[in-house]
């Protein structure tokens, strides 16, 4: 999809100019409108010096050439625009962005439903464009809902990467949240896999490449993704060599400190079978989780199974220890390598486990040879676990069927706390 935030009459971005306070000269400043939130940036790359909701303000016209005054909580600014048609651009925006979703776009079928919003189809009104829109009803007595909408709503605005499912389009209102997202029409990773009836070490191989390089993206800029797994693994298409992006942040969290080293998470979040073990244990934890669970999406993909297994915390941590098995059935037709590597992503000590831009720099990503194009016998394994997923989101449960950690009332520290969303968006 070759849409860009521009072509939306509710996200703008440019500079204007506006007095100061000391001086009667006027500063240039870079506003960026993105929904209806409207920020203010000393220049253009730098972070926000305010942030305020559009829903908040009056919009007004100035006495002056090209000004627009912005007021909200008993205080007014004065904007200036460099042109007439600059100055109706930025009114129209500001305008549109106390519209509502129905405004642009048509609901059609629900395409997913997770544990704060469900998933619809949206075509745009004025080109026929579907779009996937998540809507999240909000809560008002609930604090942490709100804290985890806040940071997917801001994570989700800010991140733009070709594996990583974009956001082109914001709605807030007091009661509910919606974003409205690229479909992504080939659906879920696993589903397009069985399908296809004969896959490949080099296809695990590409399809991994493009999930470390969205993780690597989310890593340079102090963001842990940590909850991923095949359901949060989409295909932009159905045709091979597939291309594929991560979404569903829900779970997803900056890191402190600037992503300093001994920068760490304390939440015990994250989907069952896909838990790095350091999120089971009482310490802190960081980016390496997702190295972990990209690992255990990897094992499944080559064997058809899950590396790791347990009723109860305990179990799950022995079953840690011993490290991924990769004997038996499904494994003599992979490579030396590739199981060299998947080691590396399963290391249980975090330290030892690899960065993803080390991981990319492994040389079974770059390797090529028949060996990679030997069929893997994983996809009966594949096609159990996505069934029964599946099940286990119609029914409206709260974790993967298949837990290895028991119910979350044994589990010590309630590790399993994310229901997945499904389907075209994160």
């Known amino acids: 999809m070759e849409d860009s935030e521009s072509d939306k009459p509710r996200h703008r971005a440019g500079w204007l100019s506006k007095e100061g306070k000391r001086l009667k000269g006027r500063n240039r400043r870079y506003l960026v409108l993105k929904g209806t939130k409207l920020s203010h940036h000393v220049k253009e790359n730098m972070p926000p010096t305010w942030e305020i909701d559009i829903n908040n303000i009056r919009l007004s016209l100035g006495d002056r050439p090209l000004e627009f005054l912005i007021s909200a909580g008993g205080r007014s600014v004065a904007f200036f625009a460099e042109s007439q048609d600059d100055m109706i651009g930025w009114i129209q925006a500001l305008k549109s962005a106390n519209s509502i979703l129905e405004d642009f776009y048509r609901l059609g079928r629900q395409l997913g439903k997770g544990s704060y919003g469900e998933v619809f189809l949206a075509v745009d009104k004025l080109n026929g464009k579907k779009y996937a829109a998540k809507r999240i009803t909000k809560n008002p007595n609930n604090r942490k809902q709100k804290k985890f909408i806040e940071r997917e709503r801001a994570i989700m605005t800010t991140v733009q990467h070709k594996n990583i499912v974009r956001t082109l389009d914001v709605f807030e209102g007091p009661s509910k949240l919606e974003i409205?997202?690229?479909?992504?029409e080939g659906g879920e990773l696993f589903d397009l896999i069985i399908s296809s009836q004969f896959f490949t070490e080099e296809k695990a191989r590409h399809i991994m490449r493009q999930i470390l390089e969205g993780v690597q993206y989310l890593h340079a800029r102090n963001i842990v993704h940590r909850d991923i797994k095949p359901e949060n693994v989409l295909c932009v298409g159905k045709t091979w060599?597939?291309?594929?992006?991560?979404?569903?942040?829900g779970l997803s969290n900056f890191l402190k400190d600037g992503g300093a080293d001994d920068a760490m998470l304390l939440s015990h979040v994250g989907t069952s079978y896909y838990i790095a073990p350091e999120i089971v244990g009482k310490g802190g934890y960081g980016p390496a989780v997702d190295i972990w669970a990209s690992g255990v999406v990897l094992y499944i993909m080559l064997c058809g199974r899950f590396p790791f297994w347990g009723k109860t915390d305990i179990e799950y941590m022995r079953s840690l220890s011993r490290g991924p098995c990769m004997v038996g059935e499904g494994w003599d037709e992979v490579s030396d390598e590739g199981k060299a590597f998947l080691k590396l992503l399963l290391q249980v000590d975090p330290k030892r486990r690899l960065t993803a831009s080390q991981a990319l720099e492994h040389p079974w990503l770059s390797q090529d040879?028949?060996?990679?194009?030997?069929?893997l016998s994983s996809i009966s394994g594949l096609a159990v676990i996505a069934s029964k997923n599946k099940k286990r989101i119609s029914e409206g449960a709260g974790k993967p069927a298949t837990s290895p950690i028991g119910s979350k009332e044994d589990s010590a520290h309630d590790v399993v706390v994310g229901t997945p969303d499904v389907a075209q968006l994160g």
């Open 369 to 375: 040879g028949p060996t990679l194009n030997r069929r």
């Open 241 to 249: 060599p597939l291309e594929v992006k991560l979404t569903d942040f």
């Open 180 to 184: 409205v997202s690229e479909y992504m």
